[in-house]
């Protein structure tokens, strides 16, 4: 079985892991290399059992802890060559060195294994060099990440169904963002389709998965400023009710958290 756990997931900070009984993958590792081993032993993992980290894209909050994890369990870091470019030349982050054997590089969109996990990266629309969401196979169950995306795009919405269990982005409430005290210039940039998804939008995706076959949402990424877990979980359910799905029959809905370990998710 394969199962999902968001460590953490908000704008504060991201790291997921995936996981079988043999092999364990953290993707992103955007808090600190303190907070993810405290929330690997809330859900009773040995950090030493880490095979790797995947990134999505090269932002702090998804790149924050990522040096310094790869150093203290000397594990491999995988991203496509964008991304790398990025975390190489990004002014606020410091990754300090890895070992050689440490750097993976993969195409974006080509498939590959890590130990018995298959693994899909696709792009997302969001402004970073080369961002990716993922898919992970184990047998004939799929799990997904698709966070940090400014629309719904065809592409993710294909790479992504039929997946049993999803972790959603929903980033923000629209009103909650006009109203709130961000610069106009980044509350500009969210909205855009290269920022955030906000709530609706996820419930709309959301909608979609469901009938296609997805039993668990995990709506994640929330911003701390722009949205509240009860408001993303309204906002997303009243509009997979609006579209006659039932609620713990038809599927099941729930928030990650910003600032505790999150629960653990079975495909
Ligand atoms: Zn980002
Ligand atoms: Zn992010």
């Not at 890895?98 to 018995?116: H, S, V, Y």
């Not at 961000?182 to 509350?187: F, G, T, V």
Request: proline share 3%.
């Amino acid at each position: 079985m394969i199962r999902l756990c968001p460590l953490r997931s908000g704008s504060q900070g991201n790291a997921v892991l995936v996981f079988t009984e043999n092999t364990k993958l953290l993707i992103d590792c955007g808090i600190s290399g303190k907070a993810v081993m405290s929330a690997l032993d809330d859900i009773g993992i040995e950090p030493e059992s880490l095979n790797a980290v995947l990134v999505t894209h090269e932002h702090i909050d998804h790149c924050r802890g990522i040096g310094i994890l790869s150093r203290k369990l000397d594990i491999p870091i995988y991203a496509n060559n964008g991304t790398w470019y990025g975390i190489e030349t990004s002014p606020s982050l410091k990754l300090g060195k890895l070992r050689e054997d440490n750097i993976k590089i993969f195409p974006t969109g080509k498939e590959f294994e890590i130990g018995d996990i298959g693994i899909k990266s696709f792009e997302i629309p969001h402004d970073a060099n080369e961002p990716v969401g993922y898919s992970f196979r184990y047998g004939s169950e799929k799990v997904a990440v698709a966070t940090d995306m400014g629309k719904i795009q065809e592409s993710v919405y294909d790479e992504i169904k039929e997946s049993s269990v999803i972790l959603l982005e929903s980033n923000y409430d629209l009103n909650m963002l006009d109203i709130g005290g961000y610069p106009i210039s980044l509350k500009r940039r969210i909205k855009s389709d290269i920022g955030h998804l906000c709530n609706d939008m996820a419930g709309e995706l959301a909608s979609r998965l469901v009938r296609s076959g997805t039993k668990q949402i995990v709506l994640g990424h929330l911003s701390g400023e722009n949205n509240h877990p009860s408001v993303a979980f309204q906002t997303v359910k009243s509009i997979l009710e609006g579209d006659g799905i039932v609620l713990d029959t038809d599927m099941r809905l729930s928030v990650a958290s910003r600032t505790e370990t999150g629960a653990v998710y079975s495909a």
